[in-house]
Every structure is written in structure tokens, then in C-alpha cells.
């Protein structure tokens, strides 16, 4: 399942090179579910409410300035970080008994780029 | 041939909406260039040169917040003005005698969402 | 702009070969819209706006078996056919003034076959 | 290596919604093989053999309504139940000695969503 | 319609840099065709009829070293002149009365370069 | 990050068929970065080092013919083989202390055929 966030930020260390500056970027991110098999309804989850629950860790995040987001304000809101971050977010979203053994969050920030997460669960 | 550009923005006019805050995208560029037949090297044109040059137009872009650049100051900064911008840049920097009938530009900002310009030239 | 309609139908003449059997297509459907310059906002169309009528043109559409469809009723369902159909279904949701030269739609029936069609309009 | 196949199909249970109706799916099929090194040859598999494999293997699906096919009588046609028919049924074909140690299939049914599943095999 | 051909061969004149060494590339090509209207059977063209002729033109340059292909004997083997002759070739292919207005042919030589042309046909 | 080579070979064995002739590929490599946790700059690595190391690596190929480049003088040089050399060149430039756990190349060779090694590396 697929959704994007457009966000602005600043990487604030020398090591990020230009990237000090305030700047932004588009997250392309690609959210992946795995299982042990299939549920009762031959699917791996369902994919509305999997779709809903991505939506709730992003909506957050949309046309957000990072620099100011509480939840990002002692570290650097590089690609990784924000994949680890909606990763966990989303899992902890997951309902009881969801059944699934992990999940995958990637992002596209450019054409070049992108992180992934894979977050073993316990089903 | 393609290159990007990542910049912070904001849209200050209530048409859009939440873009109205200071957020940011990533801009996947496409330059294409047409000419009536190829040149005498069989090409429309040096593809180096044309990199150069979109290298040189994109440069004061990248990473920036274009909300302080002063070229969009008193204009939207939206995905279409910003091709325009870049396409009569580009047409500005090309050589005398390029033999060129047209070049266009087209941007993607997010997956679902893309502008693009032709602006024809005197060959 | 991008949305998508999965469907069954079937292509009633020898011309089709195995496509006159009952079968079905994802069609992940690409609008885009050409004007003369921008309007004052700096954009061709509002984005909301121009996928909110791109959704009521496919909802007709969505998880339907076009054999049973009135509005294809008399005709072979192909994906040039659909993409015409929704071009002008289109056009005519258009508010008055819209200031647009041409639609275009493009669909993909499967990963190498697409088709499209560009319909000039009245500003 | 890629194919598709294009399906009719319902899914009859209201966790289904409007996929209930009888509606259709392109499958964008990928085959991907993994081994312990490579063979005598320097590859994984004879590329034209998987094709030929995995076409024999979809050959029954192409331009099919899946509710009237026996091996999804009792089944939900989900994507993810035809991966998983898709790689059992491929596992089978393959020769003697095949030396792979896992094969995996995915298929996108629309840009964003796809299923996939990884067998492990007996080399 | 798509296909794709994998070709050696050297680019012979100071101006291509290091393209002068024998190389070679995978050029995936794309052809489009286009009509007023559709035909009887609500299409542009037979894609099986198409893809067959496209085929026909591209069998002899399939894994071949361009710089020994007799029609590339005086000329550059760019990826703009490869599209112009596959368009030609295929052009002269097509049927009486196939009711074409123009065909286009593009080829991808990689992820970031790009030729096409338009072709304009008598229907 | 991604990068291209554009190279002509031949494969000598009467398994590859027409891929016998001298001809050539672009291939278009990604290469992925596995670490277990983040650095202290919140990342996986450098991405500018890591583009510049693959760089390093892809060079010496770059506009080739690998029929007379040493590294493939007695395999087949097919992709499987080419990312396997890759993989294992660029694992050797990594810095001491570089934290990572595994490092993957892919490359894909036309639209329908890709290979990948995954490199386990001691962090």
C-alpha cells in the first residue's frame, strides 16, 4: 500500500553537507505486511484497513515542517529515521491478534534514494 | 534526461489549503529537446552539454526554501510556475545556433502528481 | 492525476481471439490537462477539484462488469473505447470557465499495452 | 522474469465490499529465483525455461473467469491465494536438480497493491 | 507495445567521448501508433498485428554489433537515429488502408536517456 | 543508489543461443546497504560516500567491451556473474569500522530481467 508525505526539514550537522539548510523533500512511502500463511479471508491483512491505519501515522507528517515536529526534535529526521518512525507508529496501530509476523516501511525521498525498515511482530 | 531538485516551500493563499504551511517536495525534472532531424553527429542534441546546462539552471535550487529565493517572491511556488521558471532559464543558457524546435519540462512532485511545459525556440 | 478501475468484460468478435471470453482488466487511468499559461493561483486546474471529478467519472466503473454496463452496451468495451468515454464524461463534469485547452487520458490495460486519447477543449 | 494474465473474478464475502460484484484484475506477474552461487553457466536458471515454465503455469488463467475455474472452487481468488497457487504449481514444473534453493512470485493487481510470496525448495 | 533489443557497437567521432570504445545497450523500445477515431473493432490498431511487425523489424538487430550492420555502414548508430530507422522500417510494414495518422517510436537506452520520434503516416 | 553501465560482450557456450554473438547491455545497478540499527547521523551510511565508492567500482566498465576485460577473461559475464563482482569489489572498498551488515547489487540487464546478490559483511 502506497501513500506519500511533503515535508520540510534541516539536517543540522556538517556531515549532511547542503542538506544544513532548510529544504524539503517528498516520501514516497511503501508500507508491506507479511505473514505465516494466509488469513480466513485468503488475504495477509486487510488491505482498507491497513491503508486507513498508514494514513493515521502520516496525516501527522503532511505538509509539516520536521524542524518543529515534538516528535523529531533531537534527532535528525533523515529517511531512516522517519521509516523506523512510521514503522513503529504503525505497529503499534496494529489491532490484537493481527497475525502478522512483520512489517516493511520504505521510502522514496528522489529518484536515487530511498530507506526500508523491516519490523519483525509478534503475531 | 533527468535530474532533481529538493526544496521547502510554503503556498500562502487559502486555495491551498494545507499547503499553506511550510512544507517541501522532492522534484524529479525531465528535460526533453526536439529538433527537426539530428544534427550531424546523429543526435538532437550534445546530452552532456544538455546535463550541463539543466546541472546549472537546478544548481541555486537545491536545497533550498524557496519561499526566500528571490525569483518566486512574489509568485506561487508551485509545481507548474517552477517549470516555466526552469524551461525559460534553460532556453536562455542554450547555445547560438542549438537547432533546437522545442524543449520541455516536466516536473513530478509527488507520485500522483506532475506538471510539465513546452516552450518552443528559434532554432 | 492517477486512479485506477478494475473491471470485467469480455470482447465479442473473432477479432479478440481469447479476449471474447469472460475476463477482466486493471485500467490505472492517467488524466492530465493542457492550458494556455496559468490561472491566478499558478496552477492549470485545481488538483482537488480535478481528481474529485475524475473519481466520479470512474465510480460508475469501479468493480463492474462492463458487458452489463448500459453505456457500453453497443459497443466492444476496449480500453480505447473507455478512454474516450471517460474523456468526455469528463469534459462535460468541467465547470463553466475552466479555462483548459485539452484533457488527456491514458490508460494502462497491462504492463505493455496502454492507449490514450487528447480531447481539445473550449477555454 | 515478468507476464501477466488478465482475470474475471468475485470475491463472495461482504469483508470484500464492492469486490463482491464480478469485476476483473490484470496480474503483473514477477518470477524471481534465488540459488547458492551460480550454476556451470554463471547463472541462476535458464532465463528462457523459467519463461517458458511460468508461462505454462499462467497459460490456464489468461483471459479466464476464475469463479468458473475447479482450482479456485473453494477459494477466495485473492491475489495473494493466486501467488501462492502460482509458486506451488511452478515449483512442481521445475527439473530434476534444479539446485534452487527458493523461488518467489509476485503480482501487482493495481499500482498499489501487490501480494508476494517466497517458497523455499529442495535443491 | 513493447520490446526490447540488447546491441554492441562504437560511436566513431571525438565528440561521443568515451562512447568511441566498443560498448552497447539495452534499448527498450516503446511504439505507439495513433488515428483519428478508432476502427470498427473500437481500436487503433491489432496490438497482436502490431507487435508481430514490430518484432519483424527489430529480429535483425537482436544481439548485434551494429558497427557490422549494413545500415548503419555510414552513420552513427545513436539512440536517435536507431528510432528513426525502426520507425521507417515498421512504417513500410504496415498494411494498405491501415487508417494510421502517425506513428511514434521511443527507445530508453538507460535510465536516463530517452530518443523518440513521430512519424507522421497517409492513412 | 543507482547507477548504469553501458557494456558489449559475448557469452561462449552454446547454452546462450543468439546471446553467443557479440552484443551489448545497459545495465542499470542499484545498490542497498543492510546495518543493523542507525549511525550516529541517523543513517546507514553516507550516501555521497557510497556513490562515489560504487562509482569507483563501475568505472573500469563503463563504455567496455568484457570480452577483453581481464576480471571476466575466463567466465561468462553475465549479469549474475557482473553483480557478484561488483558486490564484491565495492565490499572491499568499504572503510574499516563501517557497521554494516550486508550489502545487495542489483542489475537489471532489459525491462524483463534483473539479477541480485546479497553480501553478508562483517560490520
Redesign the interface.
Known sequence: ??D?V????SLQ?E?????Q??????L?IHA?FEREG?DE????M???EASRLLGQVLEPL????LDEHPDFAE????T??IV?YVALQLAELLPEGHGLKALTIEAE???????SVRLPLTP
Chains 1, 2, 3, 4, 5, 6 share one sequence.
Do not use: W, Y
Not at 556531515?15 to 542538506?19: I, L, M, R, S, T
Not at 534527532?75 to 533523515?78: D, E, P
Not at 525521498?109 to 530507506?115: K, L, S
Open positions: 500500500m502506497d506519500h511533503m515535508i520540510a526539514h550537522h556531515f549532511f553537507g547542503p542538506a539548510q532548510l529544504h524539503g523533500a517528498t514516497a508491506s494466509l479471508h485468503g488475504v495477509v486487510d488491505i482498507g503532511r505538509f509539516k515542517n534527532k535528525f529526521s533523515t531512516e529515521v523506523h525521498e528522489n529518484p536515487t534514494a530511498r530507506a
